[in-house]
């Protein structure tokens, strides 16, 4: 197989962010290039076992000296800011995973992506897809780092499953043979700067497509109905509303969100001429995926959900429309710069959201939003309290046969270290607020 990294040789190397996707891009570079100079650039004080090749450039003047390397692989969760645009500006090449992973790949692509959905919709085709007989991988922003998948897979009869978000999106110039646009809401602003430029970037998934492509877009949304205009590949419209009742009787999570991914599955499992069967089989045994709407336990006739994963306004929308029972709702976290006004309105018109809890960095802001749109239940600030005190206070403001939903609305950096972590202290909270309950 050919380098994934090409006449790396004389060149300064510069890995940009250290996370999940940086490690591997570091494993990747050093299998090919075992004696290049490769430095590694992150604001966060990493540790890593290195060699005499490798330099670190750590802390809040992480990319001071990005200018000095020849070639740069962003991680995608750093924007492209003046010191980027400056780096392009001189000439030097900047690209990432996803980009590497798109020129290089000689199988079929299975792209998803939407601000809500996503990564449920993706596990559910890579299942059929696998059930099918097959040779399947899923891979991107919910899984294994897309180039290790390619390394050792990079075949014409291998389909890759990529679930992709804006940021992986926004440097691509080559599109999946089949995409996938979900919806299309409000999301990292602060890492596009604007709606349009999130748009924009999410639009890459279709733009670059051929007329032997599929576009498949979700027609009750509106943008993503629009990206019609912006691909030549044939074009595929799903909707919930028309979903045969054989897959909404075999399918158990709650929400009706999770009919428009259903919808979307269908529409490529009928693509790629996969029997109902088959899809049937595996959507019975789905159990869902952590950290989205998922149930942890019962206590005192309250129902306790993890949504830790909803990062995102429309997730938040799409959650509290999954009850009917009383709800009471923690929501807040990491400050985006995002405007809460019209979740607020959307919010203050759900008549059984009972109760708010707002935490976090961002808890107060979305108080004044709430405040703006006559919210009528009660709201609560609790800052940045611990989660066991957050559940306590859940648990003693939610009434017999409600329900408790972790929803945040928000990225979890100002008290926890990601969504998995808000979501499994979560969850332990909820345990031991059990066993408690249990013992009185």
Same mark, same amino acid.
Do not use: C, H, W
């Given at each position: 197989m050919k380098y994934l990294f090409e006449n790396l040789s004389n060149k300064k190397v510069l890995i940009l962010g250290f996370g999940?996707? &940086?490690q591997s891009n570091y494993r990747l570079l050093r299998q090919e290039y075992p004696k290049i100079l490769i430095s590694i650039a992150d604001i966060k004080n990493i540790e890593i076992k290195g060699d005499e090749n490798t330099t670190l450039y750590l802390g809040e003047k992480y990319l001071d000296n990005i200018c000095d390397f020849d070639y740069i692989i962003k991680s995608p969760g750093i924007p492209f800011g003046k010191e980027l645009i400056e780096a392009k500006r001189k000439g030097?090449?900047?690209? *990432?995973?996803?980009?590497i992973f798109f020129e290089k790949c000689c199988g079929q692509i299975? =792209?998803?992506? &939407?601000?809500? &959905?996503?990564?449920?919709? *993706?596990?559910?085709?890579?299942q059929i897809l696998k059930e099918n007989g097959?040779?399947?991988?899923?891979? =991107?922003?919910?899984?294994?780092? *897309?180039?290790e998948a390619l390394a050792s897979n990079n075949g014409e009869d291998v389909v890759f499953v990529?679930?992709?978000s804006s940021q992986q999106l926004a440097d691509l110039d080559k599109s999946p043979q089949i995409s996938i646009v979900l919806n299309v809401g409000v999301d990292h602003l602060d890492w596009h700067g604007s709606r349009e430029e999130y748009v924009n970037a999410k639009k890459n998934i279709v733009r670059y497509q051929t007329i032997s492509d599929f576009a498949i877009l979700n027609s009750d949304d509106q943008i993503a109905r629009d990206f019609a205009k912006s691909t030549k590949a044939k074009v595929v419209y799903f909707s919930k509303s028309f979903l045969e009742n054989k897959f909404k009787q075999r399918f158990f999570l709650r929400g009706e969100h999770n009919l428009e991914n259903i919808a979307a599955i269908v529409?490529?499992?009928?693509?790629?001429?996969?029997?109902?069967?088959i899809i049937l089989g595996v959507l019975s045994t789905f159990k869902g995926l952590e950290h989205r709407l998922e149930w942890v336990r019962e206590v005192g006739r309250i129902n306790f959900y993890n949504d830790s994963a909803s990062t995102n306004q429309t997730s938040v929308k799409a959650a509290v429309n999954s009850f009917n029972e009383p709800i009471t709702l923690i929501m807040g &976290?990491?400050?985006? =710069?995002?405007?809460?006004?019209?979740?607020a309105e959307y919010l203050s018109k759900i008549v059984n959201l009972k109760t708010i809890l707002l935490i976090g960095q961002i808890g107060d802001k979305i108080k004044k939003s709430l405040e703006k749109a006559e919210y009528k239940g009660k709201m609560l600030s609790l800052g940045k309290? *611990?989660?066991e005190i957050i559940v306590k206070t859940a648990f003693e403001n939610t009434a017999n046969g409600g329900v408790v939903l972790l929803s945040p609305a928000a990225a979890s950096f100002d008290m926890f270290k990601n969504y998995k972590d808000r979501g499994n202290q979560f969850k332990k909270a909820v345990v031991l607020l059990g066993t408690q309950y249990e013992r009185k």
């Open positions: 999940r996707e &940086g030097i090449e900047i690209t *990432s995973q996803t980009k299975i =792209g998803v992506t &939407g601000t809500k &959905g996503k990564s449920t919709t *993706s596990t559910l085709i890579y097959l040779k399947t991988f899923l891979v =991107g922003n919910i899984e294994n780092p *897309s180039l990529y679930e992709l529409a490529v499992a009928r693509i790629l001429k996969i029997k109902d069967e &976290g990491y400050d985006r =710069g995002i405007n809460y006004d019209e979740l309290n *611990s989660m």
